[in-house]
């Protein structure tokens, strides 16, 4: 039974662990063309993910001195979305 809660309650952890910003997709815009852009949330999500891990030195990954949540939102306001949280 123990076994059965510890299994249950890591899977609930692990399964929150990643962030993904709220987007206001109707406002979400390509800052050069003006184009809705909304379509592309995962394709930029992942590559905002991927610009971090390989940017950043083990060290600072290990000592958890990078904040990956604030730096995927900047980055996704960058690409144009208007994140809201």
């Known amino acids: 039974m123990n076994k059965i809660i510890s299994i ?3 899977s609930i952890l692990l399964s929150s662990c990643a962030y ?3 987007i206001n997709p109707e406002a979400s ?3 050069a063309t003006g184009k809705n852009i ?3 949330y995962w394709k ?3 590559a905002c993910r991927y610009i ?3 940017n950043t030195p ?3 990954k290990k ?3 990078s904040d990956e949540v604030e730096f995927v939102k900047k980055c996704m306001e960058d690409y144009g979305y208007s994140v809201l949280r």
Request: aromatic share 4%; no cysteine.
């Open 29 to 31: 815009r390509n800052p």
């Open 20 to 22: 993904r910003p709220l």
């Open 44 to 46: 930029d999500l992942h």
């Open 52 to 54: 971090h891990e390989q």
């Open 8 to 10: 249950i309650f890591l």
């Open 38 to 40: 909304a379509g592309n």
């Open 58 to 60: 083990k060290a600072v």
């Open 63 to 65: 000592l958890k001195i």
